[in-house]
């Protein structure tokens, strides 16, 4: 049978455990029943401390311009040096500017099976606010004193809310599609502090309640929290939440956070999203203290690779990948140390493969 769409996929497996978990993305997506009418190239590419240091730059221009012909890309992580390194700087970040990836979106899900079950989206704006990073430091006769700009533009804040809106549409979407969810209907929580920031925040509220006001959300349930009640909530209350919006800086925060309530690092993906590109990429980092023992957990980047398809318009695909990880959780049979199991890296591959 002819594939239905092809999609190419730049890999980029950067340093440390990103070589041991890219690959097991790749498999994965690999797997995917013929039905689905899916054909995946793939294209190897080179980013991070390594790469720095056999050629002197960390993100080369030809990643770049290849990543612009993708339709999607994977990525690993990246080791950073802890002391500044003339000439090195974040891949990633970089990535992100160049590829015009202005909106980070992270889930968090728990086992079904969970005390507090918790199945939410913190959608994070990527350009603006305290990031501008337009901070200058003088001399009072009091002594000194330093100021940082925040800026939040009407634009990026309707940006960033038109995707929440799309995906909590999505989420409804793959829960129909056979990935089960604790969630009824699609809600969107559109987080600010504008009680006391009134103008800044303010903008990003009002920007954030028109845009998902447009009849393609009318079945989108819109709620708005101040910042810090919103964090109390999340603790007491996660399961209140099914996609939250929020500027540079609170969905910094809020995403760390929630990531805590899941337990390990390794079970959380994010992606990059731009117009026409997505990039999964695992939360977290190189892991230095464990890589190369073959123990690191996939997960995160098996569901970044789901998350990736979602903004390819493939919910069908992700939702089949979710259920195969979420079924290998709640058996709980094959779990990483990080889980408090023993199973190698491999052996949650294959399991997750033979779900699939
Ligand atoms: P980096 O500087 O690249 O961020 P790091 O030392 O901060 O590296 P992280 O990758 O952020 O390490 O991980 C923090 C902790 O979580 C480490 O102890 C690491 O072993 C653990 N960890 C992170 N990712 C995974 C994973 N996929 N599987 C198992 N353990 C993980
Ligand atoms: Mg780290």
Redesign the pocket.
Known sequence: MAARRALTIGLIPGDGIGKEVIPAGRRVLEALPASLGLKFDFIDLKAGWETFEQTGVALPEETVKTLESCNGGLFGAVSSPTTAVKGYSSPIVALRKRLSLYANVRPVKSVATAAKPIDMVIVRENTEDLYVKEEKTYDTPEGKVAEAIKRISQRASTNIATIAGEIALRRQKIRAAGSPSIHKGPLVTVTHKSNVLSQTDGLFRVSAREALSAEKFSSVKVEEQIVDSMVYKLFRQPEAYDVIVAPNLYGDILSDGAAALVGS?GLVPSANVGNSFAMGEPC????PDIQGQGISNPIATIRSAALMLEFLDEEEAAAKIYAAVDANLEEGRLLTPDLGGNAKTEEVVADILRRL
């Open positions: 690092l977290h980092g190189s892991a």
